[in-house]
């Protein structure tokens, strides 16, 4: 698989589970495996990971009355990996846009 990262996962309780473990949670693609997503983890990111832990979500199953019947679907299931990084170890999700972002102030002023 080239690269089974897809975005990080930013809530209110993975940003918790970052303040108080160090865990850090991304979307990732339904056929990854742990060290797939261990390895692009740390390519890209530049980090030691302890451990991965992935959890398989089910897309919800939505219905809609109408006047012609009840219309019925499904929203795709979609794979979460939680990584666990060794002690002292950080990812900055926004260290390249900020830089990018600087670039283009002092280009226009």
Known sequence: ???P?????LT???TGLTEQKG????KVKSEANKTEIKAAVEA???VD???VRT???LGKTKRQFTRKGVLAGKKNDWKKAFITLK???AIDYYSGSTDQGEEKKSNKG
């Open 5 to 9: 990262l897809m975005q990080p996962w």
């Open 55 to 57: 959890v398989n979500c």
């Open 23 to 26: 865990q850090y949670v991304f």
């Open 49 to 51: 990971v302890a451990s």
């Open 87 to 89: 002690e002292g170890q």
């Open 1 to 3: 698989m080239r690269n």
């Open 12 to 14: 209110e309780k993975s």
């Open 44 to 46: 890209k990111f530049g």
